[in-house]
């Protein structure tokens, strides 16, 4: 009806012309119009059965791969150590691996990486509260329950007393330079936090091809910063930053 509009036509009309081009066609029962002008279209009953045995003989069912196919990078689910997953990282984890599933079955090279949140300022907070109170015992029988708790005392003793604040950053400072209690605390909370968010992807059947945290990038951030440096990006508040109309980014 849109169709005869636009074309200054009767409605049922034009319909009757569809009608009449789609008589003799092998796979259709004869269209029927309805109303001011709906068209109706029926498969023939043995085109239907035809065509779902074929899909049922094929073990791809019909699906077939494209013909160039491309290499794709899908970053998902990307939980943060130490902490719970919460019902964000659950949509986005079945989203990135139906995203997964989709492009392979199509013939692309996919290539899936959790980007684990496993470095910051939170680790300042979730160190310096484990030295303070943590528990061996507690840690081991509920790892995200005990590391949670000592985070969000620490964090809430932060907003109100600037010194705890600033020892949560100096814990996080020698996380990053490498002193080995903080790094050693550190790797437990993580490789505890991969062992309770595992469960969860195992229950839901989603495989990644790499697990790198941000921490994984921090030996390379000073070779990032003084390439940007060579290409004049500029400071922001002491920070060498990227703008979207940097020369960085052309």
């Not at 319909?15 to 709906?38: H, T, Y």
């Not at 043995?46 to 990078?73: H, M, N, Q, Y």
């Not at 300042?124 to 329950?145: C, H, N, S, T, W």
């Not at 595992?198 to 790499?210: K, V």
Request: a negative charge; glycine letters at 6%.
């Amino acid at each position: 009806m849109v169709s005869a509009k636009a074309l200054q036509q009767n409605p049922r009309q034009l319909a009757q012309q569809i009608v009449d081009a789609f008589q003799q066609d092998p796979e259709l029962l004869p269209p029927q119009i309805a109303g001011p002008g709906f068209v109706n279209f029926s498969f023939r009953p043995e085109v239907i059965v035809s065509t779902l045995e074929d899909l049922r003989r094929d073990p791809r069912l019909g699906l077939r791969p494209v013909a160039e196919p491309l290499k794709v990078l899908l970053d998902f689910s990307s939980p943060n150590v130490a902490k719970q997953m919460h019902v964000g990282h659950i949509r986005s984890s079945i989203l990135g691996e139906s995203l997964a599933r989709v492009l392979k079955s199509l013939g692309h090279q996919v290539i899936t990486d959790n980007h684990l949140g496993d470095w910051g300022t939170q680790f300042g907070m979730v160190i310096l509260g484990y030295k303070r109170a943590g528990q061996a015992e507690e840690l081991a029988r509920d790892p995200f329950a005990h590391l949670e708790s000592l985070y969000k005392s620490v964090q809430e003793e932060s907003k109100t007393n600037e010194a705890t604040l600033q020892e949560a950053r100096h814990e996080l400072l020698k996380l990053q330079q490498g002193d080995p209690e903080n790094r050693a605390l550190w790797q437990r909370f993580i490789d505890l936090s991969k062992v309770e968010i595992q469960t969860i992807y195992d229950r839901l059947g989603i495989h990644f091809d790499h697990t790198l945290g941000e921490s994984f990038y921090n030996d390379m951030l000073a070779g990032v910063v003084s390439e940007l440096m060579q290409k004049e990006s500029p400071e922001s508040e002491g920070a060498v930053a990227v703008f979207s109309d940097s020369a960085a980014c052309r």
